[in-house]
Structure formats: structure tokens, C-alpha cells
């Protein structure tokens, strides 16, 4: 980080507010119409708080059936 804060003074004044919102992370079961039950793992950034606007990323775990049909839906 030193060498970031030397070349950039924007990044030296943002890095030492440490304005940093906690993510939301962890797993979620689905009920895929024709699949079954599928488990993701899922995380959750704040994009814009004022806005209330969040990015949520799901990740299907490779684990039993389900979950190489439900992957297999997504290659077709």
C-alpha cells in the first residue's frame, strides 16, 4: 500500500478514512424449477449506500447432482 499512497494522493486520503462497508456473505439454497435444490454461495457489496444499491454475486457449489444438472442448464 506504501507504494500506491506515494504515487497517488487521492488514494493516500481514501485508504486512511477507511470508509469500508461490510459485505453480506454465505450460502443459499434454491429450488431450481427442473433441477432440484441448488446451493450457492453468495456476496453482497455496497455499490451505492446513498442509492441503496448492492452487487450480489451467486456461485453455485459443486456439490451432488443438482448442481452439475443446474450447470449444465446454464452451457445449454
Known sequence: MQALE???PQ???LWQQH???GR?????TFKVPGVGQVTFEHAS????EENHLRLVMYSALA???ASAAF????QS
Open 63 to 65: 456439490q451432488g447432482p
Open 71 to 74: 450447470e449444465a442448464l446454464l
Open 24 to 28: 453480506c456473505q454465505g450460502q443459499r
Open 19 to 21: 470508509d469500508i462497508h
Open 11 to 13: 488514494f493516500r486520503q
Open 6 to 8: 506515494q504515487v497517488s
Open 45 to 48: 457489496f455496497i455499490v451505492d
